[in-house]
């Protein structure tokens, strides 16, 4: 589905195999955020192949997290030339904690081209904000797009709900502070990586409110 011009939803709805949903901005360059898992990615390639383009025309794939469930596709990504930018702290973790998971991932030194960290990261002609916001996982983050008022959040926040803590190096005190960090940003359309979009600001507000009053006193 369009969101607005030029930026599309790969909503996953399959109450049957977890995966999460993938975003597609057709700019100057193109950018997927989060491919979702490897075996799965046959809901990417359709969603493509309805605005005539296939994997090899992305130029960049961006990860929120380095959770199987969102970052295992760029495996197909391996005889592109798409670049993947990942957040330095999750590479960190992967290195240090869990290379053998890493490397499963796809996820290796040779296989990342790009570094994130917090601050300014600016894709062809579009700028965006790379936003620290661990709890979910240590190097989580949500990406920006001040221009429109776009932010996708991974798994910080969804539709009235959080991103689970009980996974390795997760942490429910980071993640409440996540959470109100992005809560006072200018959003028009929250984009979660599972479930429904949120659009308006007002709804987007009001979802932040429903989320400190159902989850903050169990963080």
Same mark, same amino acid.
């Given at each position: 589905m369009e969101i607005i011009a030029g930026l599309y939803a790969f909503l996953w709805s399959n109450p049957t195999a977890n995966n999460c949903n !993938?975003?597609?901005?057709?700019?100057?360059?193109?950018?997927?955020?989060?491919?979702?898992?490897?075996?799965?990615?046959?809901?990417?390639?359709?969603n493509l192949s309805r605005l005539s383009l296939s994997l090899k025309g992305m130029d960049i794939i961006v990860i929120t997290h380095v959770h199987p469930d969102h970052v295992e596709g760029i495996r197909a990504f391996a005889d592109t030339n798409t670049l993947i930018a990942i957040h330095e702290i999750e590479m960190d973790f992967l290195k240090n904690v869990a290379p053998q998971y890493g490397? !499963?991932?796809?996820?290796?030194?040779?296989?990342?081209?790009?570094?994130?960290?917090?601050?300014?990261?600016k894709i062809g002609d579009l700028d965006f904000k790379v936003i620290d916001t661990p709890g979910h996982s240590p190097g989580s983050i949500c990406l920006y797009w001040p221009d429109k008022k776009v932010l996708f959040t991974g798994d910080v926040v969804f539709k009235q709900g959080i991103g689970r803590t009980d996974l390795p190096a997760g942490d429910g005190r980071q993640l409440k502070e996540s959470i109100k960090r992005?809560?006072?940003?200018?959003?028009?359309?929250?984009?979660?990586?599972?479930?429904?979009?949120?659009?308006?600001?007002?709804?987007?507000?009001?979802?932040?409110?429903?989320?400190?009053?159902m989850w903050f006193g169990y963080l």
């Open positions: !993938t975003y597609f901005i057709d700019g100057e360059k193109r950018i997927l955020i989060d491919p979702g898992h490897y075996h799965l990615l046959s809901h990417v390639r359709e490397e !499963t991932l796809g996820v290796s030194d040779s296989r990342v081209d790009i570094l994130l960290r917090e601050g300014e990261l992005i809560s006072g940003l200018d959003v028009d359309y929250l984009l979660p990586g599972h479930g429904d979009i949120i659009s308006g600001n007002a709804n987007v507000k009001a979802n932040f409110e429903d989320i400190e009053r």
